[in-house]
């Protein structure tokens, strides 16, 4: 049994493709008006023609999974991979996705789609994504990544996540904060710092704990 996670385009996406289209437009109406009947404007416009031809072809569509593969269809292409072969899936975060840089394919017209690079890993990635957001990583046996946008992000995981469990990778981002506490804590230690707020807190108490003792004992000496 198939089920099916569609594409749906935010208005980043929408105001990205949009502006992407006024400005090849304005783009080839003044190289017509300047080189009116040239090879240049004629050049230019098989160009673009191809370019967005090509680029229409990965317009991500939908994720179909079935009980074997999980599909990304896009409009004339298919990227299919078998479930048997994925080592781990996860949520990412949006702030991770900033080292991701398109190598090859779209960012913003139409999607996020093609061959991306990860400047943090310093791998090559692959990125189909109708927003940039609800992000889901799927890492294969190969140690190749594929990333995709899906705005029931929980529920994908949750029924592409392995029989057995997801399998460790080796440079699987640590928590930022939790690092960034325990190295400066690190620095503060080999710097010589004490920390001396629990020596400062029981001596504001000892008073305190002196003027308690002195009327238990005079309320002792009064007995007697």
């Known amino acids: 049994m198939a089920y ?10 929408l105001y990205a493709t949009a ?3 006024v400005l090849f437009a304005a783009l080839g109406a ?3 008006l300047l080189y009116e009947g040239g090879y240049l404007s004629a050049w230019f416009t098989s160009f673009v023609v191809a370019v967005i031809a090509l680029m229409a072809l990965s317009i991500p569509q939908q994720i179909v999974v079935t009980d074997r593969t999980v599909e990304v269809r896009c409009l004339l292409d298919i990227t299919e991979l078998r479930r048997d072969e994925i080592a781990a899936i996860r949520r990412v975060d ?4 900033k080292w991701i840089v398109p190598l090859f394919g779209s960012y913003g017209f139409f999607g996020y789609y093609g061959h991306f690079f990860d400047l943090k890993q310093f791998k090559h990635v692959r990125l189909y994504a109708s927003e940039w957001r609800d992000f889901v990583e799927i890492t294969d046996l190969y140690e190749e990544r594929l990333y995709v946008s899906c705005r029931e992000a929980d529920r994908l995981v949750g029924e592409l996540t392995p029989a057995g469990g997801n399998r460790a990778i080796d440079d699987e981002d640590e928590d930022d904060e ?3 506490a325990a190295i400066g804590a690190d620095e503060r230690t080999a710097a010589g710092y004490v920390d001396t707020r629990p020596i ?4 504001e108490c000892a008073p305190d704990r002196a003027d308690e003792t002195g009327h238990e004992a005079g309320r002792n000496t009064g007995a007697a």
């Open 19 to 21: 502006i992407g289209l």
């Open 178 to 180: 939790t690092t960034e």
């Open 4 to 13: 099916t996670y569609k594409y749906r385009f935010d208005r980043r996406t």
């Open 200 to 203: 400062e807190r029981s001596a």
């Open 30 to 32: 003044g190289l017509y």
């Open 94 to 97: 949006t702030r991770r996705m």
